[in-house]
């Protein structure tokens, strides 16, 4: 299978299923003497790990970081940096039904047209247990902007039509509530909201926000290494993701070029922000502003129309442990893409220009 490989420079390779004895990630490209402990990958592993409240799965698993490698007391070698996180609760059995039909909005369908065989036990590589390599590699990202002086950070903007409201922002909030939104009255409504879906055996998308301060301008390529168009594809790799803006993203469609170009003032800061940091593919300097649109959890327990592997009409209802909104734990997911393609253009740009390759060398 290829496409297990993200980066050109700092790069990462996931592996591991679902139901296997373990998942994890290798990290190829990070430079020596930086900073890592387990605990500085544990601590966004924790983010993402299920039965953290009523909203999430209730798949009871520790999601203990382990580096195999490419660590030497407490910094990194240079060396591929391994990352393994092993399956300690999996119920197979859950599954077993589910392997003579295709659940409907999963990849069961896709998936066995193209390899002709599925792993049903969870969705095996398709299942977002995969994102545990990506939030460690991102991890490991992290500590790299966060030497630079990168500041990243995501949350729940919206879920099921409910908004946080951007005059109530606060970022302290986002981590003080279970769906992690950075404004506390309409998280409330929010976790009301899912109730009532859960009641109803039904389930709930949103849209997560992602913050990108102190970037440097100058990252990013003209043409097909855009930096945004970078962004995007490590979003819409994300398995839940069905949309990606950056800036004022679609409402740039509805503006007037008086309205949507950002001026410039004196040492070449914006008054405004409508691009989200980024112009012609490079960074601008100003905050780096996306959002994702997360689907509904596609595993409900109300009833639902499907076809089985010989082609008949069956209605079913999924059984197992699932989240009923994807959002809160793609937080960190999203979070980790964007950090691994921040990672990688920061050191992707350090070959663009002759005087930096001279300072680098010239010592």
Known sequence: MAGSIFGTIFQISTWGESHGKGVGVTVDGCPAGLPLSESDIQQWLDRRKPGQSKFTTQRKEADQAEILSGVFEGKTTGTPIA?????????????SEIA????????DYTFD????????RGGGRSSGRETIGRVAGGAVAMQLLKAVGIDLFAYTKEIGGIQADPEKFSRE???????????????KKAEEFLEQCMKEQDSAGGIIECVIRNVPAGLGDPVFEKLDAKLAAAVFSIGA??????????AAARARGSENNDSFCINNIKKTNHA?????GISDGSDIVFRAAIKPTPSI???QETVNRDGEEISISIKGRHDPVIVPRAVV???AMAALTMADALLMGMGSRVDMVKEVYSR
């Open 241 to 250: 993701v069905k949309g990606f803006e950056v800036g004022d993203g679609f």
């Open 113 to 120: 047209r193209k390899y002709g065989f599925r792993d049903y």
């Open 83 to 95: 990352i393994m996180v092993r399956n300690t609760d999996q119920r197979s059995r859950d599954y």
């Open 333 to 335: 997911v999203v979070e």
């Open 276 to 280: 989200g940091g980024i112009l012609g």
């Open 301 to 303: 327990s109300a009833v």
């Open 173 to 187: 909030v986002i981590m003080e509530n279970a769906v992690y939104m950075p404004d506390m009255d309409e998280a």
């Open 100 to 107: 003579s039909y295709y659940r409907p909005g999963h990849a």
